[in-house]
């Protein structure tokens, strides 16, 4: 009987072992899957940041030395500096329009119900699907026609890319803000109501500082995706107009040297510190 009594932990530990080897197993997978993915995801950025450095002007491995003066070579060239400068005024008109149509578009999807609502956010959310170079065409023919129809000059104009560009924010700001409203009480905004609030008024002070996190994810997202197209433009800038992911292509068609890299560090760091900057006062991990 004891030796029955002893004999059956050791039975029972010995048949737990395999689970337990097999979950270590599962998890050692996982943790090499999810090392493998970063590897393939960063590797790419750390090898633009490392060539932005090489001395010698062909790119060649093992570099001859490290040097400073491709950056200082980005000020040498005007279609950097105009293409980014004309790259962050409509990043920043288009991640504003996205705001001002998306915030209300997503309240409305939020809270009302009514016929169509399922085909109004399937629709809002149909740029992020579209392929850009399709897009762009589509775009790029649909303005030929209103500046016949209506004569307004918008093909080539820095309106018709700023419009264009708030199209594809769009998404990103409803499906963010969506995510933010899901988990929203509205009795919360009704008490303040209840309380001699104005709607408006309970909307800035009650709603807008709960979704505040969602708010700042969507401006930062919709300001890089504007920033960084390159499919869409391509069809929309006028003659002698330019962005920088255009000036990169057009610069790349010429020569291949460090200075590209030199850029994409410099929209890296750009993007990365705005991230930073973001996640300091609004934390992103809450929407994103």
């Not at 009594?5 to 048949?15: Q, T, V, Y």
């Not at 979704?211 to 869409?232: D, Q, Y």
């Not at 000036?247 to 993007?271: C, F, G, H, K, N």
Request: include cysteine; glycine fraction near 8%; aromatic fraction near 10%.
């Amino acid at each position: 009987m004891a030796q029955g009594a002893i004999g059956a932990p050791a039975g029972l530990a010995a048949g737990r072992a395999p689970v337990l080897d097999s979950r270590w197993i599962l998890r050692i997978a996982l943790l090499g899957a999810a090392a493998l993915g970063y590897a393939v995801i960063l590797t790419p950025i750390v090898f633009v940041c490392w060539l932005s450095f090489f001395a010698n002007e062909i790119v060649t491995f093992p570099p001859q030395g490290y040097t400073l003066r491709w950056f200082a070579h980005i000020f040498d060239q005007n279609n950097f500096v105009s293409g980014f400068i004309t790259s962050l005024q409509v990043g920043i008109a288009a991640m504003i329009g996205g705001l001002a149509l998306g915030v209300p578009a997503s309240l409305v999807l939020a809270r009302r119900k009514f016929p169509g609502r399922e085909a109004l956010n399937t629709l809002l959310l149909l740029p992020l699907v579209v392929p850009g170079i399709v897009a762009g065409t589509a775009i790029y023919v649909f303005q030929i026609e209103i500046e016949i129809a209506t004569e307004w000059p918008l093909l080539g104009s820095l309106t018709g890319l700023v419009l264009a560009h708030i199209m594809i924010t769009i998404p990103w700001t409803v499906r963010l803000l969506s995510a933010s409203l899901s988990g929203f009480d509205r009795s919360i905004e009704e008490a303040a109501q209840n309380l001699g609030a104005t709607p408006p008024q309970a909307f800035l002070k009650v709603t807008l500082p709960v979704i505040k996190p969602g708010v700042v994810a969507a401006a930062l997202f919709g300001f890089i995706i504007s920033f960084g197209n390159l499919e869409m433009t391509l069809f929309l800038v006028a003659p002698g107009q330019t962005t920088l992911p255009i000036a990169i292509l057009q610069y790349l068609q010429w020569r291949i040297d460090p200075t590209i890299a030199a850029v994409s560090l410099l929209q890296i760091v750009l993007i990365g510190a705005g991230m930073l900057v973001t996640d300091r006062y609004v934390k992103l991990t809450r929407v994103l």
